[in-house]
């Protein structure tokens, strides 16, 4: 932990688009909201050069303790989480910006213990999960039956690899469903493009990964956002249906409205103790 109390000191792990949008944020505006940037760390770290100030720099990810930060922020591969997660977690909060990483039983056991261990808090951000909350609550309340996520792209915004990468790119002429079923069979064929599924599976842990349905759906009418559908359904005929249309790029893999999410996100984690919790 840093020894300024006063101000939170964040890691950012990962230098893609998001990774920078936050790095920005933090250099810009941090210090109004309490927080300081501690570490950047990318896989290139030529990506570093010019953009992030030297000291700022990590060289090699196991060496983070030396920076002592309060919260690590990954925003770059499911595998950091699975590797590094672990003493992440017992040195300072976590934030996943890859929760696939948790569709793996092993890493979301272990995190959710290490958590509880240290009293460091595993958060997930809700990116563009809309309504992640309210799905939480029905969990907790023992109220929710049902949750199918539906995400819809252009076949061009998916990074995706085997069969539905193959399904991706035949799909430039109609509409094509992907993948219809449990979450956790999606999670590992897709692992850049449906964390927004993860993320409500983290929200429903009384369903999981398993009991979460999810339908990825390749659009080429859509060059210029992308679509998430969240259905919840409880008890007596109630169900909530939402859907969320989030600009993006053509290509992008992320909407824009989701890097605004994040940061949003990261000013919640003023510590939570040790569990897992949706930001």
């Known amino acids: 932990m840093s020894g300024d109390q006063s101000r939170r000191r964040v890691g950012i792990v990962g230098y893609g688009h998001l990774g920078q949008y936050l790095v920005q944020r933090l250099q ?97 951000p809700s990116g563009a999960l809309w309504g992640g909350q309210d799905i939480q609550r029905m969990d907790e309340g023992g109220l929710l039956q049902a949750l199918t996520v539906t995400m819809v792209k252009h076949p061009n915004s998916f990074r995706l690899g085997g069969h539905l990468g193959e399904l991706a790119q035949r799909a430039w002429q109609k ?17 850049n ?12 842990p009384s369903l999981g990964f398993d009991g979460v349905k999810g339908c990825l759906i390749a659009d080429p009418d859509l060059p210029d956002y992308h679509v ?23 290509g992008a893999v992320t909407g824009a409205a989701t890097f605004a999410a994040f940061w949003s996100s990261l000013l919640v984690c003023q510590g939570h103790g040790g569990r897992v919790y949706l930001c």
Request: charged share 20%.
């Open 175 to 191: 509409r094509t469903v992907l993948y219809n079923g449990p979450v956790r069979g999606l999670c590992p064929l897709a692992p």
């Open 193 to 204: 493009n449906v964390n927004t599924m993860a993320a409500a599976c983290l929200a429903a």
């Open 28 to 124: 810009d505006v941090g210090p109004r909201h309490g927080l300081e940037l501690a570490f950047v760390w990318n896989r290139d770290a030529d990506k570093l050069k010019g953009t992030v100030p030297a000291e700022l720099q990590l060289g090699k990810l196991t060496d983070f303790l030396e920076r002592c930060a309060d919260i690590i922020i990954e925003v770059a591969h499911p595998c950091i989480a699975q590797t590094h997660g672990e003493s992440f977690l017992k040195a300072a909060d976590f934030m996943v910006g890859s929760p696939t990483a948790l569709a793996n039983p092993e890493t979301e056991h272990k995190l959710r213990e290490v958590a509880r261990r240290s009293g460091h808090t595993l958060y997930i």
């Open 228 to 250: 998430v559908e969240v259905e919840a359904t409880g008890p007596g005929g109630f169900s909530v249906h939402t859907r969320r249309k989030n600009p993006a790029a053509c």
